[in-house]
């Protein structure tokens, strides 16, 4: 069994890695974005729950400190979830937020066993059946094995690879360039998303009853690791590949009473500095300018509210 460090671990599992990795990233607790006018103006807002009892990487007061404080602002309550998903855990949330979810955060081989337990995903299925909303976002092997159990409930099949275009050129997803789509959540009057940005990931099949936000294309290539080393650049030829073609890396559902979001990278939802290169990473990236509304329409419309 390898164990991984500390700091290689907070940052390698949020954050898609293309290389050796150095330094953790840190929030940017430099940036503030206003929300003009709020979902919630008396701060009262529904309650989103946000999973930290999955070995997930991340936390409210860490790395999504940025996602915190842009959805408490928008009027939503926020606490962390950091038990096993139960029915009376679930009974006062809206939103369910898991990122980043992992079986075991020491192991990165095959095989890979789920995050959640099948209770806890006959619970969150039957929760949202019954109209509660989930937002389900993963990242590169091995997050997307560790709930792919859960994410087929669902009808989704969520690849347990490392997504990467072939040109390794920024990942800019755009109406103009046609990977990124037009859906109720991007055509929101007033709040119009013609491009977001991401790093890194893993991809996913659809259901056919499915709403695709974001599709990879030829130009991607979706690596299949067995192990940690597998992902290290250049990915040697030994490590089996497919085409992005075909593949989407977000997409929503209405799932009976019920809404879910599915999204194959954490990094666009919250803002971050890159270690010791003060790199902006996140929302706060001057490519990523749309993502900040981005994230609040995906939220309205889990919450039936403002976008429908």
Request: aromatic share 10%; hydrophobic share 35%; net charge positive.
């Amino acid at each position: 069994m390898k164990t991984l460090s500390k700091t290689k671990l907070f940052l390698v599992i949020l954050l898609s890695i293309g290389g050796s990795v150095s330094a953790q990233d840190l929030p940017d607790t430099d940036y503030h974005t206003k929300i003009a006018s709020p979902a919630y103006k008396d701060k009262k807002g529904p309650l989103i729950l946000f999973d930290e009892g999955h070995g997930n990487p991340v936390s409210l007061k860490n790395n999504y400190s940025g996602f915190n404080k842009l959805l408490s602002d928008d009027g939503y309550l926020l606490t962390s979830a950091k038990t096993a998903v139960s029915k009376n855990m679930l009974s006062d949330a809206k939103i369910y937020v898991s990122v980043n979810a992992l079986s075991n955060p020491a192991i990165w081989s095959l095989p890979t066993s789920s995050a959640y337990t099948s209770d806890e995903i006959k619970t969150l299925n039957e929760w949202v059946k019954n109209g509660g909303s989930l937002f389900l976002v993963t990242d590169h092997f091995p997050c997307g094995g560790s709930v792919n159990l859960l994410a087929q409930t669902f009808g989704f099949n969520i690849i347990n690879g490392y997504a990467k275009r072939d040109d390794r050129k920024t990942e800019i997803f755009s109406l103009k360039t046609g990977n990124l789509l037009k859906s109720v959540i991007t055509q929101t009057p007033g709040k119009v998303i013609d491009s977001i940005r991401i790093w890194g990931g893993t991809a996913f099949v659809p259901p056919q009853p499915a709403q695709i936000l974001t599709t990879l294309g030829s130009g991607y290539t979706v690596y299949l690791p067995a192990k940690e080393e597998d992902m290290n650049w250049p990915i040697v030829d030994s490590v089996p590949r497919i085409s992005g073609l075909g593949l989407a890396d977000g997409a929503f559902m209405k799932y009976g009473k019920g809404r879910l979001v599915i999204f194959c990278d954490g990094a666009g939802f919250t803002a971050q500095i890159e270690g010791t290169k003060d790199t902006k990473r996140g929302f706060n990236h001057p490519d990523a300018h749309q993502n900040v509304q981005f994230l609040l329409n995906l939220i309205h419309w889990l919450d039936k509210g403002t976008v429908n």
